[in-house]
């Protein structure tokens, strides 16, 4: 991918995020990213001896010299749910992608190729080019393309070089198909020319929002089930299994959890509410709507379920929280389903001890937004920590320590990247890896991954222990096996 004629500027009006992308503590975690910014070089012994930035890829704030520099300019803002105002709670809010594209109207002194790199609502290129219209240089051309970001967080490298699509959408005009082209040769320098798909500019914008909205289909759709499954005694694990057999259906994005969150999903299906009820196709926002509401309600039935088997009561009494991020690999917390399930159970008078490898804890304070309920949260350096005093854990990450080392999880593919030599993974990158863990306590898996210890937590926690497994990481039978009672999503033990 790297290629020294090819210059690529990435520019910010936040100086520290861009002090922190120069920095070798990168602004967010991401496992093999710091390899992708980062040139390894070599000494004769080819061992990595020195690193340094690639020497095509640059940091600025200065957008204006960045715009001018560039032939193909990448919008990557955010569009989060608007707040307030038309639309509000729903309607992506549109200010940043605005801003973006004045910047560029007022400061072009070239043709360019403007790519939608952020999500977007359908039909905002036709927004772009009336702003660019009215404010640009006149004689200046400008083509829009779409071209939607499918990675996750947490396998965002993997899916970067080894992306299942990728998808470019263009005017339907001469200078629409070279600059589709243009941006097709970009990606061609990784990824096979069969897998980039050419499309409307509108049916590249909407399958965006259509992908994530038929994702987080998937696991509302699981997780309806998972309720049913508790109520009859089936296996929501095994019914996933069995309908995943089913080639038509497949096995992906059917573990039952918690719930989902992250920026995206809560997003883009509100976004496409939105859009059905401005198209007047209430019955579709509705049948959009029924995906977010089980959702909301998969999480009060956890906490709710925490609740019922404590007594109904939770006063005084201290629930272990392991995992705050809204899914491994990433200190991400937008979303997260921790959040509500945190305040449900503050508000019923726990105390909570949160464990995360990577959510720092200010982010946890900022995120429960609970100031009166402050001296009930502790925040933990390790599960053990966390454990100490519990009458219950409840898992709400799964993160691989928490696995009891048999359950079924998904197996991890290795980054292999070509530039990915040295993958940070939650053990070496963690805050809380430095703190006092005793090694002994910790086991390694077969993926190397180093596991908590389960027997020494059933010495630190309060009689009888209860494992309220929010994500279907750990062995029911082995764990009732040391003398914890465990309750799992979709399954009545
Ligand atoms: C999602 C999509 O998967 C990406 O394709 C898309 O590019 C991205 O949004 C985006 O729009 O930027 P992401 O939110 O990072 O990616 O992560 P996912 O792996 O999709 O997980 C989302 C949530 O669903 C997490 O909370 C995860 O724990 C949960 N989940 C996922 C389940 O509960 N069950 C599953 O089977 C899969």
Redesign the pocket.
């Known amino acids: 991918m790297h290629n020294p004629k090819l210059k690529v500027i990435v520019a910010d009006l936040s100086e520290s995020r861009i002090d922190a992308w120069r920095s070798d503590a990168l602004p967010i975690y991401e496992p093999g990213l710091q390899d992708i910014v980062t040139d390894i070089r070599h000494d004769e012994n080819e061992t990595p001896s020195k690193e340094s930035r690639q020497s095509n890829l640059h940091f600025t704030t200065n957008v204006k010299d960045a715009i001018n520099e560039s032939d193909i300019i990448f919008i990557c803002v955010n569009t989060p749910t608007k707040m307030k105002g038309s639309g509000a709670g729903s309607a992506p809010n549109m200010r940043y992608l605005e801003s973006a594209v004045l910047a560029i109207a007022e400061n072009a002194t070239s043709d360019k190729i403007i790519v939608e790199k952020s ?1 977007v609502p359908v039909r905002t290129a036709d927004s772009i080019r009336t702003l660019l219209d009215a404010n640009a240089r006149p004689g200046l051309k400008f083509d829009i393309l779409s071209n ?9 490298v993997r ?1 970067l070089l080894y992306p299942d699509r990728v998808l470019i959408g263009s005017e339907s005009s001469p200078s629409g198909a070279t600059a589709a082209l243009t941006l097709e040769n970009l990606y061609a320098a990784w990824v096979p020319r069969e897998r980039i798909i050419h499309t409307s500019l509108w049916s590249s914008e909407l399958a ?1 929002l259509a ?2 909205a038929l ?2 289909q ?2 509302s759709s ?2 309806s089930l998972s309720a049913i499954c508790e109520a009859t005694g089936a296996n929501v694990q095994e019914i996933a299994h069995i309908a995943g057999l089913d080639q038509r259906i497949g096995a ?14 809560h997003k ?1 299906v509100l976004n496409l509410c939105y859009l059905a009820e401005s198209l007047h196709l209430p019955e579709v926002a509705e049948y959009w709507h029924g995906i977010l509401k089980i959702n909301s309600w998969q999480r009060e039935r956890f906490a709710r379920r925490i609740i019922h088997k404590l007594n109904n009561t939770l006063t005084g009494k201290t629930i272990a929280v392991l995992g705050f991020a ?3 690999d ?1 200190g ?1 917390t937008r ?3 921790a959040i509500s399930v945190v305040q449900t159970l503050l508000s019923e008078g726990a105390y909570v001890n949160i464990y995360d490898p990577q959510v720092t804890p200010a982010k946890i304070y900022e995120e429960v937004a609970m100031p009166a309920y402050h001296d009930h949260i502790r925040i933990s350096a390790n599960v053990y920590e966390a454990a100490t005093g519990a009458h219950a854990l409840a898992i709400l ?2 993160w691989d320590e928490f696995c009891s080392g048999d359950a079924p999880t998904e197996k991890r593919h290795s980054v292999d990247s070509g530039f990915a030599s040295n993958v940070a993974t939650p053990a070496t990158k963690s805050p809380a890896s430095s703190r006092s863990v005793s090694p002994s306590s910790q086991k390694s898996s077969e993926d190397g991954k180093a596991r908590m210890d389960w027997a020494e937590v059933a010495t630190l926690m309060k009689r009888p222990m209860y494992v309220f497994d929010g ?1 279907n990481v750990v062995d029911p039978a082995k764990l009732q096996g040391m003398g914890f009672s465990v309750e799992s999503i979709g399954q009545a033990l």
């Open positions: 999500t939607p970001e499918f990675l996750a967080e947490g396998t965002a899916d965006k992908s994530n994702l987080a998937r696991i699981i997780n992906k994005m059917l573990k039952s959890s918690v719930g989902f969150g992250g920026s995206c999903f883009d809204y899914k491994k990433t991400d979303e997260s389903p990450t799964e994500r």
